[in-house]
């Protein structure tokens, strides 16, 4: 392309506009080099408040690797994300500038070398309050963003949405691999007591003690098997009581869905979410104290006709979302008037019908 292609331009918070995806009106979806949503780079607006970026680390897995391409394959099926979400009646590019920073990079070949990197880049990104979500890569990156923004906001509370409890203590006597974020993420006090909650979790466990430990450090499960009797509202619901207002990093293995929903994962477990059930608890989530996310695992060499990565894909774009609500939440009047509310109207938290 010759000159810059047309974006969609609009007034968001305090009348700072705001530079979107490129409008698909002109430019047909499929054309030109692929960029979350078709969103800008971080290096083509003078500012910005939410980023997405990519992780590509997969050095952590202990069963299929491949998730090093996740970035990649998410941003490719990112493409027909368009600018307006009707279940949460917002204009996430809109309201707030969105970005693609790109990837941090981190070396393949030692992991506490990369965990240092991915430190150090989620920090330079989240500088001065802006927000970030990371697509994997491994889970092993999480613990290095939890650092980070445990660093900013203090203990987090943590949803992690995944087949697995990822608290285990070591592979092979390896501390920092994608099955043990969380239990370094406990020891090293980057957790808030009584906040914490995996959700999806199911498949067979080494152990009854897995669970046992894993209560130990402080979190509570709700079941992939208990969203047949709670549904998406009552997942959310738990998820709220338990998290109040504590600053929130939510964290979505791909590996909660089923693998009907998301084959192309590294460690697959039968019996999981749909991607409907877990698009319908994320976006039951508006008015949480969001600070932070993650979504990883997606492993784009196992996947079939982008199931897996579109699914990702709108994972983050709900994310977005929701991190776009609460810019407009923490910036609004105290008579509720702001310049873009026309950009997002259910600003209230219980957000429930029409989703
Ligand atoms: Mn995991």
Do not use: K
Not at 144 to 173: I, K, M, Q, S
């Amino acid at each position: 392309m010759d000159r810059p292609a047309p974006r969609i331009e609009r007034e968001g918070l305090a009348g700072r506009r705001t530079v979107g995806p490129i409008d698909a009106s002109q430019v047909p979806r499929f054309a030109g080099p692929a960029t979350f949503a078709r969103l800008p780079r971080a290096d083509e607006v003078p500012g910005w408040t939410v980023a997405v970026a990519g992780v590509p680390f997969d050095s952590g897995v202990s069963y299929r690797p491949g998730a090093r391409f996740g970035p990649a394959a998410v941003r490719e099926a990112s493409r027909l994300l368009r600018p307006y979400h009707p279940g949460l009646d917002v204009e996430p590019f809109a309201v707030v500038q969105v970005v693609d920073a790109g990837d941090i990079v981190a070396t393949p070949f030692d992991i506490e070398e990369a965990i240092g990197q991915v430190g150090a880049g989620a920090m330079a990104l989240i500088e001065g309050g802006r927000r970030l979500v990371a697509v994997g890569g491994d889970h092993t990156i999480s613990l290095p963003l939890l650092r980070a923004h445990a660093r900013n906001e203090g203990p987090l509370a943590l949803v992690h949405f995944d087949a697995h409890l990822d608290t285990w203590d070591t592979y092979f006597g390896a501390p920092y691999t994608h099955g043990t974020p969380f239990r370094r993420a406990f020891e090293e006090g980057l957790l808030a007591e009584d906040h914490c909650l995996h959700v999806g979790t199911r498949g067979p466990l080494y152990g009854a003690t897995d669970l046992t430990n894993d209560a130990g450090m402080g979190f509570r499960v709700v079941t992939s098997a208990q969203m047949d009797e709670l549904g998406p509202a009552g997942v959310a619901t738990r998820i709220r009581e338990r998290v109040g207002d504590a600053p929130l990093y939510l964290s979505v293995d791909i590996d909660v869905l089923d693998p009907a929903h998301a084959p192309g994962t590294g460690t697959p477990e039968a019996g999981g979410l749909s991607s409907r059930e877990l698009l319908g608890v994320l976006r039951r989530l508006v008015g949480l104290r969001l600070v932070g996310a993650d979504v990883v695992e997606v492993a784009p060499a196992y996947d079939h006709a982008e199931i897996t990565a579109i699914a990702a894909s709108h994972v983050v774009y709900e994310l977005i979302g929701l991190l776009a609500i609460r810019a407009a939440q923490a910036s609004s009047t105290p008579d509720g008037s702001n310049a873009s509310e026309d950009r997002v109207s259910h600003l209230a938290p219980g957000v429930s019908d029409g989703l």
